[in-house]
C-alpha cells in the first residue's frame, strides 16, 4: 500500500510545462495579452536555455503517453501563425538552439488573411470616430448598441483600451461593444463571421485594415526546413470546435493538416484546438484522424496521467526576466 501511494505521488509531482505564445510583439492594443515584446521574449528564452530541458512538443507528447519521467521538461508552442513568429520569434530561437512547436491554420490560403478578432479590434478599438449607433442582424435577433459619448475616441478612452485586459472591468462603452461582439462572434460560422466583419467595415468606413500580418508559404516553407521547428496544425478557419458538429470538426482538422503537410512535405502530427475550445466529440475525432496528441489552454501542468488529445498550456504574458522567472517559480510551488 504505502508503494502504491508513493508512485501516486511520484506521478503528481513529476510534471512538465508547455508554455503558449501568439505574438513576439510590442503593441498599444493588446486586449487579450498576445503580445510579448522581443526584448522579454529573448529573456524568456536565456532563462528557459540556462534551467529546463526544452524538447520539441512532439517528444513530450511521446513521454507522457509511454508515462516516462517528466522532471525538469518544458515545451514552447505558439498559435495562429503571425509573421512577427517568423521575423521576431524564429532568431531568438535558432541563437538559443530552443525548440519550438508552431500551429498554424490554412489563413495563408484564404482571400483574407486577417483573423476577425484583428479586425474587430482595429474597427472598434482604434477608429478615431465611429458613427454613434449601431443595428446588426446576428442570427436569431438584431443587435443593437449605442456608444453614446464613446464614438469619439479621446486621449483618456484610448489610456483605457491599452491598459484594458480581458476579465477586466469594461471602462468605457467601445469596450462594452468590442467585447460584446467578440462573445458573439466567436461561436459563429465562418461566413457568419464575414458577414460581420463586412457590415462593420461598411459602418466604419473602414476602408484599410492594418491588422497583424500572417506567415506566407514562404515563411512556413523556410520554418519547416529547420530541424528545431515542429509544424502542427490549428485547422482550416480557426472555428471553435465545441460548436461544430463531429463531421464539421473532421473537415476543419483534417483540412489544415492536409494543406500544411502538402506546403511543407512534413508529416503533422500535432493539432491544436483554436481557442482551447473542444467538446467531448473532439477528442475522439483527433484520434481518429491519427493524430499523435492535441494541446488545449487549460492552465495546468503536464503529467503521466495527461489526456494525450487535451494537454494543457500556460499562456506566457508580457512580463520581463523577474516576473517570468516569478511566474515559473509559482508554477512549481503549485504542483500537487
Known amino acids: 500500500m504505502a508503494s502504491l501511494f508513493q508512485n501516486i505521488f511520484k506521478s503528481r509531482k513529476e510534471t512538465a510545462l508547455v508554455l503558449m505564445y501568439h505574438r513576439i510583439a510590442s503593441a498599444s492594443v493588446d486586449p487579450w495579452d498576445l503580445c510579448v515584446s522581443p526584448e522579454n521574449f529573448e529573456a524568456h528564452i536565456?532563462?528557459?536555455?540556462?534551467?529546463?530541458?526544452?524538447?520539441?512538443?512532439?517528444?513530450?507528447?511521446a513521454r507522457i503517453r509511454k508515462r516516462k519521467?517528466?522532471?525538469?521538461l518544458l515545451s514552447l508552442t505558439f498559435d495562429d501563425g503571425y509573421l512577427d513568429n517568423f521575423t521576431e520569434a524564429k532568431p531568438i530561437l535558432e541563437k538559443y538552439s530552443v525548440p519550438a512547436t508552431f500551429y498554424l491554420t490554412a489563413?495563408?490560403?484564404?482571400?483574407?488573411?486577417?483573423?476577425?478578432?484583428?479586425i474587430l479590434e482595429q474597427i472598434i478599438l482604434t477608429t478615431p470616430t465611429l458613427p454613434q449607433k449601431l443595428a446588426l442582424d446576428i442570427?436569431?435577433?438584431q443587435f443593437v448598441f449605442d456608444l453614446q459619448e464613446s464614438r469619439i475616441l479621446t486621449a483618456s478612452a484610448k489610456t483605457e483600451i491599452a491598459q484594458w485586459r480581458y476579465g477586466h472591468p469594461l471602462y468605457n462603452k467601445r469596450l462594452e461593444l468590442f467585447y460584446t461582439l467578440w462573445m458573439e462572434m466567436k461561436p459563429m460560422s465562418i461566413a457568419g463571421q464575414q458577414e460581420i466583419i463586412t457590415n462593420l467595415q461598411q459602418w466604419a468606413g473602414v476602408q484599410e485594415l492594418?491588422?497583424?500580418?500572417?506567415?506566407?508559404?514562404?515563411?512556413?516553407?523556410?520554418?519547416?526546413?529547420?530541424?528545431?521547428?515542429?509544424?502542427?496544425?490549428?485547422?482550416?478557419?480557426?472555428?471553435?470546435?465545441?460548436?461544430l458538429s463531429a463531421e464539421e470538426q473532421k473537415n476543419e482538422i483534417q483540412g489544415g493538416r492536409y494543406t500544411l503537410e502538402r506546403l511543407t512535405g512534413r508529416s503533422i502530427t500535432g493539432l491544436a484546438y483554436p481557442y482551447g475550445s473542444?467538446?467531448?466529440?473532439?477528442p475522439r475525432v483527433t484520434q481518429t484522424l491519427g493524430f499523435d496528441y492535441a494541446v488545449s489552454t487549460s492552465a495546468l501542468h503536464a503529467t503521466q496521467r495527461s489526456a494525450i488529445y487535451d494537454l494543457p498550456r500556460f499562456q506566457v504574458k508580457n512580463m520581463n526576466a523577474k516576473d517570468f522567472t516569478s511566474m515559473l517559480t509559482g508554477l512549481h510551488q503549485s504542483k500537487v
Do not use: C, R
Open 69 to 72: 519521467t517528466l522532471k525538469n
Open 46 to 61: 536565456e532563462y528557459l536555455k540556462g534551467n529546463y530541458q526544452v524538447i520539441p512538443m512532439h517528444e513530450l507528447a
Open 107 to 118: 489563413k495563408f490560403e484564404a482571400q483574407e488573411k486577417s483573423y476577425w478578432w484583428d
Open 278 to 282: 473542444l467538446n467531448q466529440d473532439t
Open 139 to 141: 442570427p436569431a435577433k
Open 210 to 243: 492594418d491588422t497583424p500580418p500572417l506567415m506566407n508559404e514562404a515563411h512556413i516553407m523556410q520554418m519547416a526546413t529547420n530541424p528545431l521547428f515542429e509544424i502542427g496544425a490549428h485547422t482550416v478557419n480557426h472555428p471553435a470546435l465545441a460548436f
